[in-house]
């Protein structure tokens, strides 16, 4: 403390404060009075939880993990029947979390790019349906927007005999999105496997070229032969497998369809809930963050002689994106939390399967608790990534 | 005479050519100013071509709007009539008909509140007295029991009203939290700094409705034996604990953004800590953080429906229950439609009021 310091130099008050006119003091009694509270508010819940367990008769711990859930789950990534544990259960709740979220995230940066950009379209038409959408979804509940989707699905479309034909293959009925998928045939293996060496290669070159532009100057098309790579090189493999054609697509037989990839109505709901409310905050962030790179850099960088491409990804991307990481990471922690409403549609994610253990074992502290724990998990590990970027962005900074 | 006339034929010689003044002007620069733009504007006019006349047909032409359920069924277009005959249920749910009165007095006091708070000249202390007069006055219109009001269970309560209770009985005890917990994480103190911290991150990183949850099946295992405390208690408590760890994080945006020199001034007037943040930095601070907290408060309505997860009967939940009804359970499109414009009407009011405020307040820096 600077005060202290001065104080000590010019000794001319000769009556010393008294010491509960210390900052320093007064701080730790502060502190001390401020724990104590918490401390006894903490401690007067717990006794009464305990109490009230005792006099219920309900057991604690996570012993409950272990048993047999006996309830079924309408959709799971992994192999699972009545007969698993709980903790089997919740796994399965969680990986469908995690899967909603996942595709959700891919969606509605895809989708809410496009209407940020459209919103900033010079073409009035385009830039006013933007508005009107992102004005539009923002303000309606994103629980009333799912019990829409779910009840558009349920109610309004057609028994699986009358489904709609949206392309070949594609059908929609209530019994949700049936889709045609390529029969199962080794090339694809292959496939992935070309894929992946695509993207090594895509990494090497671009080290190469990068290296090559330091040295000599001269600029080598990484994004053009990256594309190049990431897609010939699949379609290659593809042609030299035999060039399968085969498809497994659905088919009508009595009352519903066979083959194909079912999407359940509940997961769509979910989906196309989640991705059409979060978009929308998403366009404002991208046109924010467009929008904060000002004219005189896209001028700036041409009067240099940089290509238009070249000022996209050397000068507006890079300053562009400082504004809109953030942010955005924080919409896709939203996302990822409003998926927990899905519970109210009945899709079995998380918070579903939780409540349904909850129920079963009475263990409302546990179960609660575990809810909590996994979006803690998905929070800090986001909040972790973005203390990562912010140091990065600042290294790159002047 | 003929250098006036002189003069103004050679105004109009220079006018600009037809093509790029008017209508056809206006076209030319905003819809077809080159090939792509041109493209663009005729797909959106397709797409919307292809669903607006379906949707108008749909609403308007084939529709009904005051019939019976079974009526409904012989006609393609909407059942605008689930709504008129459901109305009052779908407004305030299960409170006694008779006195349904009270609810929608109350409804329109607050609303009536909202709107007169919205000027910027009414912002004198004298508001906060309206304001509690009003809500204490609602609180006795809807619970009854003296002024010969009968009693109504609050777990009667429903509809419009619990929706706007929760929402602004949620932001207004949550305010003088959010701005403790604000001034508590930027305190130098480590263990405040740190509990605030905590409870902060801990609450931002939760959805709500596990909060809700908590507070429906949790928190009365933390209560002594023999209290209870009513559901839509606990559920505004989930409801103010979830909103004020918002509200921090806005006061603090606000905490953040005063100069380093108003603190140093108000330390050097000899001033302490809590007369430095009353009457220097939380006046200037509150004043920049007044758009965000109008966000907060369109968040904080809309996710009072969420309360529908918990089996309380809000605006969401009472359509839902006359969805349940077989005569109207067609017609879930026509119930949320009607209610997506209720509650888009309302944040479309708060969120232009928030852009304008926003405006104002930014000139007057």
């Known amino acids: 403390m600077p005060q202290d310091d001065t104080s000590h130099t010019s000794a001319v008050t000769p009556s010393k404060a008294p010491f509960w006119y210390d900052p320093k003091i007064r701080a730790v009694f502060f502190q001390v009075g401020v724990l104590a509270m918490v401390g006894l508010l903490g401690y007067y819940l717990v006794t009464n939880t305990l109490d009230n367990l005792e006099r219920q008769d309900i057991a604690t711990g996570f012993g409950f993990l272990e048993k047999q859930s006996s309830f079924e789950i309408g959709e799971s990534l992994i192999s699972y029947s009545a007969a698993d544990t709980y903790l089997r259960a919740l796994l399965v709740g969680a990986l469908n979390t995690l899967l909603v979220s996942f595709i959700g995230i891919i969606l509605t940066i895809i989708l809410g790019t496009f209407i940020g950009i459209a919103r900033l379209s010079t073409n009035w038409l385009l830039s006013k349906m933007a508005a009107i959408y992102i004005e539009f979804f923002q303000d ?174 050397l000068v507006i991307l890079p300053q562009a994106l400082r504004v809109i990481i953030p942010p955005l990471t924080s919409q896709m922690l939203n996302l990822t939390k409003n998926s927990s409403l899905a519970v109210a549609i009945g899709y079995p994610e998380f918070v579903s399967v939780a409540g349904t253990t909850i129920n079963q074992t009475g263990q409302a502290i546990e179960g609660v608790a575990l809810i909590m724990t996994i979006y803690l998990i998905f929070s800090l590990t986001t909040s972790a990534f973005m203390n990562w970027y912010n140091k990065k962005m600042k290294l790159v900074e002047r | 005479m003929t250098k006036e006339r002189l003069q103004t034929s050679s105004v109009d010689a220079i006018k600009p050519p037809r093509t790029n003044i008017g209508v056809v002007g206006w076209l030319r620069a905003n819809l077809f100013s080159t090939w792509y733009n041109s493209l663009l504007t005729l797909v959106t006019l397709y797409v919307l071509w292809k669903i607006i006349p379906p949707f108008i047909r749909w609403a308007f032409i084939d529709s ?59 912002w004198k202390k004298r508001l906060i007295y309206i304001w509690l007069a009003g809500l204490v006055g609602m609180g006795v219109l809807m619970r009854g029991g003296i002024f010969g009001l009968t009693p109504v269970e609050s777990t009667k309560w429903g509809g419009l009203p619990l929706t706007l209770l929760l929402a602004v009985f949620g932001l207004t005890a949550a305010y003088p939290l959010g701005i403790v917990l604000a001034l508590g994480r930027q305190s130098r103190m480590p263990a405040v700094k740190s509990l605030c911290v905590v409870y902060i991150e801990l609450i931002r990183g939760v959805p709500l409705i596990s909060l809700l949850f908590m507070s429906s099946v949790v928190f009365p295992l933390f209560l002594p034996e023999g209290v209870t405390v009513n559901k839509i208690l606990r559920a505004q408590v989930a ?82 229950s006359v969805l349940g009804d077989p005569r109207w359970m067609a017609y879930s499109a026509e119930a949320y439609v009607f209610l997506a414009l209720v509650y888009f009407i309302c944040c479309f009011y708060m969120s232009n009021f928030s852009r304008k405020l926003e405006h104002q307040l930014d000139t007057g820096r």
């Open chain 2, 64 to 122: 009904l709007w005051t019939s019976t359920g079974e009526a409904c069924q012989a006609v393609d277009g909407a059942c605008w009539s689930i709504i008129p005959a459901n109305i009052r249920f779908i407004m305030f749910g299960f409170y006694p008909y008779t006195q349904q009165w009270r609810p929608a007095i109350a409804v329109v006091a607050l609303v009536a509140l909202l709107v007169y708070s919205q000027f910027r000249p009414n």
């Open chain 1, 140 to 313: 309606i509940p994103i629980l009333l927007q799912l019990f829409f989707w779910y009840a558009f699905f349920y109610v309004s479309l057609p028994q699986p005999k009358q489904a709609i034909n949206l392309f070949k293959g594609i059908y929609l009925c209530n019994r949700g999105l049936i889709f045609g998928i390529p029969a199962a045939h080794p090339a694809y293996k292959y496939m992935a496997l070309a894929f992946l060496l695509g993207c090594l290669a895509v990494y090497l070159t671009r080290r190469w070229a990068r290296k090559r532009q330091d040295e000599t100057g001269r600029i080598f098309p990484v994004f053009k032969a990256a594309l190049g790579i990431l897609i010939g090189l699949p379609v290659l493999t593809w042609w030299a497998a035999g060039a399968p054609t085969a498809m497994n697509l659905p088919v009508l037989r009595g009352f519903n369809f066979q083959g194909g990839i079912t999407v359940s109505p509940e997961f769509t709901a979910v989906l196309l809930g989640l991705v059409l409310y979060t978009a929308a905050f998403v366009a404002e962030v991208v046109r924010a963050g467009i929008q904060s790179v000002s004219k005189g850099q896209t001028e700036a960088a041409a009067s240099i002689g940089l290509k238009p491409g070249q000022i996209l990804n």
């Open chain 2, 239 to 320: 409801i103010i604990l979830f909103t004020a760890a918002y509200i921090a994080e806005v006061v603090r945006g606000g905490l953040q953004g005063m100069p380093k020199g108003q603190y140093e001034a108000a330390e050097s007037l000899g001033l302490n800590y809590y007369q430095t943040m009353r009457l220097i930095i939380l006046p200037q601070a509150l004043k920049i953080v007044i758009p965000p907290s109008v966000s907060i408060l369109i968040s904080a309505f809309k996710d009072t429906s969420l309360v529908v997860i918990i089996a309380l009967y809000d605006l969401l939940k009472t359509t839902q």
